[in-house]
Structures are given as C-alpha cells and as structure tokens.
C-alpha cells in the first residue's frame, strides 16, 4: 500500500461507517489559534476527531531554543492517539479546511511513530466536502479507546547541527516550503530574521496543488521535485519551512510521486535562526 494516500469527498462520504475508521480534522490558523476549535465545534464530518496543531501535533515551545512548533513527545502523541481510537490496522483521513498543510504534518508524524499503511488526507480538504454538497455534523465522535502502539523512527529526522554539517554537500537536496518572498526574504510576516538556509531551493507548498485546491497528479509532482533534484538522491532530500509544518506537504507530495521519503528539519527556520552561528542567505 502506498505510503501517500488520498481520498475524495465522495469515497469517504460512503465509508464513513467504516468500523476502522478513524477521522481527524486537522484545522487550524497560525493567527488565530482558537480557528480550528471554534470551527470544529460549528460542524465537522461526522465521527471526526479535532487534533489541534498546537495542543495535539506540536511540543511546548521553549523561546530561544526550538523553533514554532516542535514535534510532540512521542508517547504523548501515541497516547492522545488511542483517545481518538486508532488501532495499528484502522483506516485513517485527515483534513483541514483545503490545502492540506496541517493535515500532511498529521500524517508525517503518523508515519514517524511507525504508521505506514491506511492512512489518507482528503484530497481539497474541507472546501472540497461542500463544494460536494455533503453535510456536517454537530456530534461528538462515539467514544472508543484504541489500542495503537507507536515508536518515533529518528531516521526521518535531521537537526540542525548535522543538517549544517551538510550544506554544501553535493547530494543535498534542500527545499523550503514557503511562499517566494519569504523565501528571498522580501517579506517576514511571522519570524525575526528574513531569508533561508544557505544552498536551499524554494519549493513552495501551494504549487503541489492546482487551481481546484486539489493535489497535482502523480507524473507532475514528479517532474515539480525531479527538477529540485537535478538527478541527486531523493533519499537525501531535506524539507523544511517556517516550523515543520508545511515542509510536511511537500514530502507527503513526494511520497505521492513515488518519492522514497526524505528527511524533515523540524525546526526549520524558525529554529535556525536562534542561533546567530547560522548562516542566512537572501534572494534566490
């Protein structure tokens, strides 16, 4: 079974009795934290969990120390997970409101603690349910402990001393998820400090999807990351962006071109830069 899965509004509308199931909504706005849960509460598809990006699929920020939203403890994340109901075989869809940013850093971490089959992220999100006509719920999800059982693979990870270490390396393959101007550093609307890693490529996130909010196909995707490559290993690859959430897109689009999975800098740039050793490139 492929590791990058989607699924329509219509195949989920007919599964949603699936016993297997387990659904989680994965919205959220980095300017208004209290979005996703505000939003769930007014209506979600029916049996969804809310997994907040914050409380759920991030760690406690520590000021000067780890980047925007570091990664949960694992043991706390496999935890919340059985409160939602995941066993090791269920069946998993993750949305968000549509462009699937908050939903891939779901599936990324689902896949770090060892999930690697049944699990999909509905493709156009929660824009592409009622573009289908097809409606939400007000009630909460039916109660279930699940049994999963999960152990982080470090292997998918790289942090930033060894991520340093490499640049300049002629089998790196380093790709930042965010939009062009901040990636030049033209604008910063979020972090201290504008521009990029040093020897990175802008691949921003949006472009892996179409005009209809839904994923590229298969064959484009691979020739969008092709071009990144330039013949390199994709093995070598590093994702990163402003704090390892929509580089998560950008390897959930890899895996979904036949990608092997590449590695996550999970601090991305909002780690990098507390330390002033680190280099800052700028423009392109």
């Known amino acids: 079974m492929p590791l990058a899965q989607l699924i329509t509004p219509q195949q989920l509308a007919e599964r949603l009795d699936a016993p297997k199931l387990v659904i989680l909504d994965c919205r959220f706005a980095l300017e208004d934290v209290d979005y996703g849960q505000r939003s769930y509460a007014q209506g979600h598809i029916t049996g969804a969990h809310f997994a907040d990006l914050d409380r759920d699929l991030s760690g406690p920020v520590s000021k000067g120390r780890t980047g925007r939203h570091p990664l949960p ?17 269920s069946e998993v869809v993750l949305y968000d409101d549509g462009p699937g940013a908050f939903a891939a850093r779901a599936w990324w971490l689902l896949v770090w603690l060892g999930k690697r089959s049944g699990v999909a992220i509905l493709d156009g999100g929660l824009k592409a349910w009622h573009a289908a006509h ?33 640049l300049g390396s002629s089998d790196l393959t380093l790709i930042d998820a965010r939009a062009l101007p901040r990636f030049r550093g033209e604008v910063e609307p979020i972090d201290p400090v504008a521009g990029h890693i040093p020897g990175a490529q802008c691949a921003a996130f949006t472009d892996n999807l179409g005009a209809d909010g839904r994923f590229l196909p298969a064959e484009q995707l691979k020739q969008r990351f092709a071009e990144k490559l330039a013949g390199r290993a994709p093995e070598q ?6 704090s390892g959430v929509t580089a998560c897109h950008n390897l959930f689009a890899l895996a979904l071109a036949g990608y092997p999975l590449g590695k996550l800098y999970a601090g991305s740039w909002s780690e990098w830069i507390n330390d002033p050793e680190h280099g800052v490139a700028t423009g392109e």
């Open 237 to 242: 690859l590093v994702s990163y962006c402003g």
């Open 73 to 89: 403890d694992a043991q706390r994340l496999v935890a919340r997970l059985r409160d939602w109901g995941l066993d090791n075989d």
């Open 134 to 166: 097809l409606p939400l719920s007000l009630d909460p999800p039916p109660k279930r402990e699940g049994n999963f059982k999960g152990e982080p693979d470090a292997r998918l990870l790289i942090d930033a001393d060894h991520l340093g270490k490499r």
